[in-house]
């Protein structure tokens, strides 16, 4: 098969879905999500099959593969566009492919497809539900369709699309244009009920917060294009470019150019990653509908920005090798990973919100893997990245589920309560068996249970990563977060299924469609098993048992393998037991006599803190005051009142005056005696020529005649006259 | 043998009365006879000049015939197309005063 070929068509199917919803399909709900379904199948299954070629032995392992063609002519050559399969977008490939296309299935049953119109929905508000009688007159509340229904999946196959492009193109600059779509998309997402205020702040918050981000970034690819020439994969990862980066010294702080480029670019991931300080957006982008947290938030765009900085890593780490001093980028990653692990764990401990716990939560995972990247983790950070998709796409998709039983329960019973607030729930698990499981699997992959999940495997290899490396600091801040990633996620898997139901809505929640539950059970198949493919060669007793077949294809990226020193202690396997079974404990016991109408129990427990951690630690209103309201202050009395109103504006009416004024004397004293009395007495007189001359037009033929001799007469006298 | 200046005094007086006609006289046809009278002139004088012309070289040429003819011809298809003109007008009219045919007063 022509796997070029098939590499380019990867992104384009969406792509078309999304014009042919936009342009033709739009009135029809069943085309647009048939359509948007088909055309994820179609580039998941061309992804699939690239990705079982791509691992295969005469696959990219020794030789990626590259496709260009020239694009922009510039003075004497061509800016190039193309796609590249190696290990690592093999990889990304696969987990994308897949979450995009569970994501698209169970959006159907997420905007209640099949379900009636609302009494009074409007497009840009949630819906409300539907009236509907039975046979005996009896009249009940049901969940209605989404009105907007075919927006919703034109936009997520854009989304998908600009996914794509990121992951196989083989240049930063396509890379960049498919960053950006998915922050207009996200945008757009966010913001999708845009009639409800907290969405659109929350929609333009995002855009804003990520735009920070970009901002450095594109000023560091500026600056690679510069020095480099290209932005071409295989020509700035190449040994002597980064050579000669990281030796060159740039003009800020003394930093190699490397370092500064590399900073740059991680801000642009910090943005669009959701990491200190740039994370206010992460939360709020909540507002969304909940398949829209699972795309954003687990399977792309989040995705999007380790995956930079992963791609990144030679850049990140030019002048380092194993054991030596970390470079200014590696640094900087590295303590602000950790510190956002742990910050955005803590965060999410007090939350009442299911979607939000869970969006501290994946900040928090972001914060492992770019420590992860720091300290030189690369192959660690990868496979975080693949399992956290999987399991952390699940998770959402099983809120989603909860919170869709939930509304189902409050249409029954009528009640007014927040069907996403935790306190509400309880004793789901009889109720939504599979979303149940399901939700446990992520649950447990999340806090890192042993052996059997995806996630211990991934974070075990970080942890230890951390360890072996010499880096204490980071391994007990990434420990202790891993501590709370357990307990607030016991947490919530008690406060949401376990026990007795604390409302009525609860109590007559509801398991959701096929087209939820499936997606829900193909993920927790990966959250469990895509952590077999990288055990470590080390681990006692299954160790060598598979082969640790992730860490070697992954580390085939990197010059000579990874850097990481190759002895193996026991202490950090015991660590990552101890705080995820010890997390796991404490949040049941803690957890499991919660009754109705009680505190949360952490709220006595840690006291005022427990506010602080409620507010999120007052960022959002820090921001506002020392951010946002300065910036608002100077844009209305400085630059609108005084600047805008008193300069420009004067300025211009200055400009008009005198305009104003040139023009009347240009009338007065030109126009109207010269231009405009000149022509009427040019008229004039040649009026009164023509009505003398008039006199001699006789008509007649003998007055002519005798004119005509009278002039040659004339004519005749003169030419003598002269000639004399 | 006449002087050729005989010959020259018949031709100018011929043409004088002539245009004397073409201008004074009212009826269209009279001004169409002083006109042709004005040709023949010219004519008297092109077969004087022509005569004389040959009498000095010693030598007999019908160029000065020839034109003249040509002249001639021309005169009477020119006349032709007066009074065709003329009979038209008078259709018209039903005048043939000159003075009367003034539709091209400015």
Redesign the interface.
């Known amino acids: 098969m022509n796997y070029e070929l098939l590499t380019w068509l990867v992104p384009v199917p969406p792509l078309i879905a999304f014009f042919l919803i936009v342009l033709f399909t739009n009135k029809s709900n069943k085309l647009s999500h048939s359509l948007a379904i088909f055309s994820a199948g179609v580039s998941w299954l061309i992804s699939m099959s690239i990705f079982i070629w791509a691992i295969s032995p005469n696959g990219v392992l020794k030789q990626p593969l590259t496709s260009s063609i020239n694009w922009l002519p510039t003075a004497d050559t061509f800016l190039k566009i193309g796609v590249q399969i190696d290990a690592l977008s093999a990889v990304t490939l696969f987990f994308v492919a897949w979450t995009v296309f569970m994501i698209f299935i169970y959006s159907v049953g997420y905007q209640n497809f099949g379900q009636p119109k609302g009494d009074h929905d409007l497009p840009g508000l949630q819906p409300h539900g539907a009236t509907i009688s039975d046979s005996s007159g009896h009249t009940h509340k049901v969940m209605s369709i989404e009105p907007m229904y075919a927006r919703f999946f034109a936009f997520i196959s854009l989304f998908a699309f600009a996914m794509y492009v990121l992951v196989v193109s083989n240049n930063l600059l396509t890379l960049y244009i498919g960053w950006e779509i998915m922050g207009l998309c996200s945008y757009l997402l966010i913001g999708f009920w845009y009639a409800k205020p907290s969405a659109k702040a929350a929609a333009i918050k995002a855009f804003l917060t990520t735009r920070i981000g970009d901002v450095f970034m594109l000023i560091g690819l500026a600056a690679l294009y510069t020095i480099t020439g290209s932005l071409h994969y295989e020509v700035i990862f190449s040994e002597n470019i980064l050579h000669s980066l990281a030796q060159s010294t740039s003009p800020v702080f003394g930093l190699s150019w490397a370092a500064l480029i590399g900073i740059l670019i991680f801000i642009g991931v910090v943005g669009k990653s959701s990491q200190f300080p740039l994370h206010v957006w992460l939360p709020d982008a909540m507002e969304g509908p909940t398949p829209v947290s699972a795309m954003i938030h687990a399977a792309t765009m989040v995705s999007a920005g380790v995956y930079l900085a992963i791609r990144f890593f030679p850049i990140l780490s030019a002048g380092w090798e194993g054991g030596t001093e970390l470079t200014a980028p590696m640094l900087i990653m590295s303590i602000i990973g950790s510190f956002t692990a742990l910050f955005a764990a803590t965060i999410a401990l007090a939350q009442k919100d299911i979607k939000k716990v869970l969006a501290y939560s994946t900040i928090s995972q972001l914060g492992y893997m770019i420590a992860a990247l720091g300290i030189g983790a690369y192959v660690a950070a990868t496979f975080h990245l693949v399992t956290h998709a999987f399991f952390k796409a699940l998770l959402f998709l099983g809120s989603g589920s909860v919170i869709h039983g939930m509304e189902h329960g409050v249409f029954h019973t009528n009640e007014h309560i927040d069907p996403q607030d935790m306190f509400h729930m309880g004793g789901l698990y009889k109720k939504m068996p599979i979303t149940f499981v399901t939700f446990l699997i992520g649950g447990l992959a999340l806090s890192g249970f042993p052996i059997i999940t995806a996630g211990f495997w991934s974070k075990d290899e970080i942890l230890s990563g951390a360890f072996n490396g010499g880096f204490i600091i980071v391994f007990a801040i990434l420990a202790i977060s891993a501590l709370l990633t357990a307990f607030y996620t016991m947490r919530q898997i008690t406060l949401v299924f376990l026990g007795k139901p604390r409302t009525s809505a609860a109590e007559n929640a509801h398991e959701t469609p096929i087209t939820m539950t499936l997606p829900l059970v193909v993920l927790s198949f990966f959250a469990l098993g895509a952590g077999w493919a990288g055990i470590p060669e080390g681990f006692p007793v299954l160790g060598g048992k598979l082969p640790n077949w992730f860490t070697e294809y992954i580390g085939s990226m990197l010059h000579g393998g990874e850097h990481a020193t190759e002895h193996h202690s026991l202490v950090p396997l015991f660590t990552s037991l101890i705080v995820s079974l010890g997390g796991l404990l404490l949040g049941y016991l803690v957890y499991q006599r919660f009754k109705k109408g009680t505190d949360d129990p952490l709220a006595w427990s840690l006291g005022n803190f427990y506010r602080v951690l409620e507010n999120k630690y007052y960022i959002d209103e820090f921001y506002t005051k020392v951010i946002i309201k300065p910036i608002t202050w100077v844009a209305e009395k400085i630059i609108y009142t005084w600047m805008d109103l008193k300069i420009i504006d004067g300025v211009l009416h200055g400009l008009s005056n005198i305009g104003l004024w040139l023009g009347n004397i240009l009338r007065q004293k030109f126009d109207l005696p010269i231009i405009n009395r000149g022509g009427d007495n040019l008229a004039k007189s040649t009026r009164f020529v023509g009505s003398e001359i008039r006199l001699t037009q006789t008509g007649k033929i003998q007055d002519y005649m005798f004119l005509a001799l009278a002039f040659s007469l004339l004519g005749s006298i003169v030419f003598l006259i002269i000639i004399l | 043998m006449i002087p050729l200046s005989w010959y020259l005094i018949l031709a100018a007086v011929l043409f004088l009365i002539g245009?004397y006609g073409?201008?004074?006289r009212k009826n269209a046809i009279a001004?169409l006879l002083g006109v042709e009278l004005m040709l023949n002139a010219v004519n008297v004088n092109l077969l004087a000049f022509w005569h004389y012309h040959s009498q000095l070289n010693g030598s007999i040429e019908i160029k000065g015939m020839v034109f003249t003819a040509i002249v001639i011809l021309a005169a009477a298809a020119e006349a032709a197309v007066a009074l065709a003109i003329i009979i038209s007008v008078f259709r018209s009219n039903k005048s043939i005063v000159?003075?009367d045919?003034?539709?091209?007063?400015?």
């Open positions: 245009l073409a201008i004074v001004i000159a003075a045919m003034n539709t091209l007063k400015g």
